[in-house]
């Protein structure tokens, strides 16, 4: 499969987590075929953040790959549903893309706002090597302006990062932090009770750097023998991973159901199954003595109330080297994942193609 690794924290990801505190990894979390690997948190939070600004110095080129970002990203799809793009050193490799964005059903809401954008930049910047995709959920109140500010800020930061084009690694997590503090820091949008999730996928060459932070997926579609297997390139940041649900207790999260915080079920069990058998009441995060957040993932960009209690933006990254048996991958919010699993959206694209 590749060299496949993730940086889940740069610096301290929850200041209330008392030192001798080491959470431990899940033992039963999805993409196993995928191990991720956390580093200890260290008391240079705030040093190694500023650093990380510091860094976002704009140069001629990162800036000419921005002022192309909106021109980009406006870019509609021919008839035939799809675009195809070469990747020039790669030889023959192409890499054909499509897109769908639409909002789901709500019968209690039939005019509720299409809160989710996506980004879509080939190439991005100014490397033709480099291509850039984004699906963001947004949540709460201002979701949708979330969304968008966050889809637009991240690919700017990530351009303007001094990584980026030696350490697609550290430029992605930097990108992802910068861009949670500007969220934070803009007065004209209350992200208090509102941010979104993010997924991206950096395509470089042959090479995939898969960034995620909440709980929309990344996934891959795999030839085994006569099989195409559906592979996470994500693992869904809630509190039905034991990791994530120890370290937001840590930081002083209650983590309970809507009928548990209602009185009708019991508060003290703390185990809710799998995802896929919540019944539609997944355990949520909730403040100390409050009925808020409520938030049912563990990381996001903004939310700044939730952040106190440890619902943080930093993105955990997979790394992938493709390979001919690689036809495609998929990423897309949980108003996918909630209905379908990860084989079904692999095996409903693949058929089309015939792969």
Known sequence: MGCVYSRACI????TRTPKDVKVKESENVRAAE?????????DGQEVEFRDQLNELGATRDSEVGITRLSRVSLQFLPPEGSRTVKIPSSGNYELRYSYLSQRGYYPDALDKANQDS???HTPFGTNPDDHFFGVFDGH???GAQCSQFVKRKLCENL????RFHTDAVEACHAAFLATNSQLHADNNLD????????????????TLYVSNSGDSRAIIAERRGQDIVAIDLSIDQTPFRVDELERVKHCGARVLTLDQIEGL?????????TEEGDDGDPPRLWVENGMYPGTAFTRSIGDSIAETIGVVANPEIVVLELTPDHP?????SDGVFEFLSSQAVVDMVRYPFLI
């Open 11 to 14: 610096g301290e990801i929850c």
């Open 34 to 42: 995928f191990p991720v690997f956390s580093h200890d948190s260290s």
């Open 118 to 120: 996506f980004c879509i």
């Open 140 to 142: 709460g109140e201002f």
């Open 159 to 162: 351009l303007r990062n001094s």
């Open 191 to 206: 992200d208090s009770m509102s941010g979104t999730t993010a997924i991206t996928v950096l395509v470089r060459g042959r």
């Open 265 to 273: 079920k019991n508060p003290d069990v703390q185990c809710w199954g």
């Open 328 to 332: 495609f991958f998929v990423i897309a």
